[in-house]
């Protein structure tokens, strides 16, 4: 069966300091693999996803960047947080579901929740 | 870009009501998704929709895609208190965006003993 690892649970950090959130995946090949932000316990702010290894897309401008170095593997990072940065993240799995054409059912870890002080 | 709007924000019901939240988009999509998240926890989905016009259930939960495909709606009936945490839909539209799965506002949900 598909896991998903996320980690740390919980991470407190100083205002320019960095970042290094790490996301794994075991139990699948060539997942699609995401990054979001949940702020306020509201809606999921979709913030990077990649298709393949070296492939990222970002969706909004911000202080964060993301990487693939591996097939199941993805990291969130920052040079220099910001207070702007603190929030719950999420990193998710999907795979392409060839037979019907569609990617779908994402898969979320537990969550990160990062407070920038 | 798309639009999507989740509706109602949040909801406040007694045990035993039905409740039912949708989302709309300006969009066509080919897949609708729908989540539960629960404090402190990553959302854990609950439905999959495929086609449009689909209705699909997972016991007490009923969702459907609409045939505009732009839309879906999510029922619950004879709410109990583990029902309570932020519902969210999140459409799917394939094609050249295929890797891409956004969410939307999320609906709170109540539920008083």
């Given at each position: 069966?598909?896991?998903?690892?996320?980690?740390?649970?919980?991470?407190?950090?100083?205002?320019?300091?960095?970042?290094?959130?790490?996301?794994?995946?075991?139990?699948?090949?060539?997942?699609?693999?995401?990054?979001?932000?949940?702020?306020?316990?509201?809606?999921?702010?979709?913030?990077?996803?990649?298709?393949?290894?070296?492939?990222?897309?970002?969706?909004?401008?911000?202080?964060?960047?993301?990487?693939?170095?591996?097939?199941?593997?993805?990291?969130?990072?920052?040079?220099?947080?910001?207070?702007?940065?603190?929030?719950?993240?999420?990193?998710?799995?999907?795979v392409l579901k060839t037979a019907r054409g569609v990617n779908t059912e994402?898969?979320?870890?537990?969550?990160?929740?990062?407070?920038?002080? | 870009?798309?639009?999507?709007?989740?509706?109602?924000?949040?909801?406040?019901?007694?045990?035993?009501?039905?409740?039912?939240?949708?989302?709309?988009?300006?969009?066509?999509?080919?897949?609708?998704?729908?989540?539960?998240?629960?404090?402190?926890?990553?959302?854990?989905?609950?439905?999959?929709?495929y086609?449009?016009?689909?209705?699909?259930?997972?016991?007490?939960?009923?969702?459907?895609?609409?045939?505009?495909?732009?839309?879906?709606?999510?029922?619950?009936?004879?709410?109990?208190?583990?029902?309570?945490?932020?519902?969210?839909?999140?459409?799917?539209?394939?094609?050249?965006?295929?890797?891409?799965?956004?969410?939307?506002?999320?609906?709170?949900?109540?539920?008083?003993?």
């Amino acid at each position: 069966s598909q896991t998903i690892h996320q980690w740390p649970a919980t991470l407190v950090q100083p205002v320019g300091s960095p970042l290094s959130l790490e996301c794994t995946v075991e139990g699948t090949s060539n997942p699609n693999l995401y990054w979001y932000r949940q702020a306020a316990g509201r809606g999921l702010q979709l913030l990077f996803y990649s298709v393949g290894i070296g492939q990222i897309s970002s969706e909004v401008p911000q202080n964060l960047s993301a990487s693939r170095p591996q097939d199941r593997q993805f990291i969130l990072s920052s040079k220099k947080l910001l207070l702007s940065d603190s929030g719950f993240y999420l990193c998710a799995w999907s795979v392409l579901k060839t037979a019907r054409g569609v990617n779908t059912e994402a898969f979320f870890g537990q969550g990160t929740r990062l407070t920038v002080v | 870009g798309q639009q999507l709007n989740q509706s109602p924000q949040s909801m406040f019901i007694q045990e035993g009501e039905d409740v039912s939240m949708n989302c709309t988009s300006s969009s066509i999509f080919n897949t609708w998704l729908w989540y539960k998240q629960e404090p402190g926890e990553g959302p854990v989905l609950l439905i999959a929709l495929y086609k449009a016009g689909e209705l699909t259930s997972n016991g007490r939960l009923t969702a459907q895609f609409g045939i505009t495909r732009k839309d879906s709606f999510l029922n619950i009936s004879a709410s109990i208190p583990s029902d309570v945490g932020i519902y969210f839909c999140a459409p799917h539209a394939g094609g050249t965006s295929y890797g891409k799965l956004t969410f939307g506002q999320g609906t709170i949900l109540t539920v008083h003993p």
